[in-house]
């Protein structure tokens, strides 16, 4: 289960993206906004990425007008590595070698048929592990001191 969200700015985004994991078959929820009126892109942020730390998830995706925003909110979660992507590359590698578990996308910013496609490639990349691993236990140990 992926869990979804986003704000006033990533709301068009989002959508077309729903659409594509139904055509997919992808089972995700949605946990808002449900319009282009204006919201808090860190409430949506936390209410997503809860799901994931919770373990109610797996991934989540969200989506504010650059993709920035709503990343700086969700890596104040504890448990999760989000990154903004604009580009394939970016997203796959940050599934292969971080084991990010949140890809943030920009509405205004990335088109529809980009963002299915990193969408595909960061929901079906596995963390590659080995010497990346360590990297990671040093990003949860930074977490941890917080």
Known sequence: MIAMGCDHGGFALMQQVKAY??????????????SEASVDYPDIAKKVCAEVVEGRCEKALLFCGTGIGI???ANKVKGIRAAA???WFSAKFTRLHNDA????????VVGPGLACEMVDVFLNTEFEGGRH??????????????
Not at 133 to 146: H, M, Y
């Open 71 to 73: 990343s700086m909110a």
């Open 85 to 87: 992507c604009s580009d």
């Open 21 to 34: 994991l139904d055509e997919k078959g992808v089972a995700y929820t949605d946990l808002g906004c449900y």
């Open 133 to 146: 691993q360590a990297r990671i236990d040093k990003i949860i140990a930074i977490e941890n001191e917080q």
């Open 101 to 108: 578990n949140a890809l943030c996308l920009g509405g205004r």
